[in-house]
């Protein structure tokens, strides 16, 4: 049954981030590295950029 008629831009967006959650695993295996605990708490870290828009961003 048809809930909502989907723009093909809407499915385009949706494909893409479908293809970058399915390569993160590869991505994990390949950069991630043993680390120690930090001993201290430390400020707050940058946030990383964003490399893929919200949907209305997109859209």
Request: charged fraction near 25%.
């Amino acid at each position: 049954k048809i809930i909502k008629k989907v723009s093909d831009k809407m499915i385009a967006w949706k494909t893409a981030g479908t293809r970058l959650y399915q390569a993160l695993p590869a991505d994990c295996l390949t950069s991630l590295k043993p680390c120690e605990p930090l001993q201290t708490s430390q400020e707050q870290a940058p946030l990383p950029e964003k490399i893929y828009p919200n949907l209305k961003d997109f859209l």
